[in-house]
């Protein structure tokens, strides 16, 4: 019991503080860089430091979630997805520096209340584990084209990666419902992204 704490609390650290490995080389990387005006940077900046928070969370959701279920392939997918979040982070990381920001003071607190919710989830059982794994990807993914289309039109770079991650949310959606997703109530879906708007808003500026 002791080891296991200690090897899910320094995934934590790692997650908040430490570089994120990928395996994948950063989309974009080939393009170069695009003339912007100071505020397009920023703007750009803050939009990546959402999207790296946003993996934060997701990190803390699986970890969560894969501790409390009871099915090895469901752990299996739920380590395979957190993988490719684990290469999302390096890439918004990497990202973000490439644009002068930084990443989010609240990242420690976003990642607590989501491992909470990740554990939450998780006890409820596999279904409605993967159900909640499915709507939180859909959300990401609309969360996505939204910034899709706020990004400066001369951002190449930025809009590689955000692309990427798209195609990889959608296809974790995909798993889940395939392994057998329950579908959320509407007022869970709600509640999910009330949530995510206040992660949003906040991070964005801070």
Known sequence: ??????????????????????RRPMPGAELPEAE??????????????????????????????????HDPAVK????????????HLNWTERRIAELGGRKSLLNPLWYAGSLAIGIAAGKLGDAWNLGFLAETERQVEAHLDSHLATLPASDGRSRAVLDQMKTDEIRHAETA?????????????????????????????L
């Open 76 to 87: 299996k997918a739920m380590a395979e997805a957190a993988w490719e979040e684990t290469e």
């Open 177 to 205: 419902v395939r392994m057998g997703a329950h579908e959320l109530p509407p007022p869970v879906k709600a509640a999910m992204r009330l949530s995510s708007m206040l992660m949003t808003t906040l991070s964005y500026r």
């Open 1 to 22: 019991m002791i080891d296991r704490f200690i090897l899910e609390f320094d995934k934590a650290l790692r997650t908040v503080f430490a570089p994120a490995p990928t």
């Open 36 to 69: 912007m005006s100071a505020a397009e940077r920023g703007h750009a900046a803050a939009l990546m430091r959402v999207n790296h928070c946003g993996e934060v969370c997701a990190q803390a959701l699986y970890q969560g979630q894969a501790l409390t279920s």
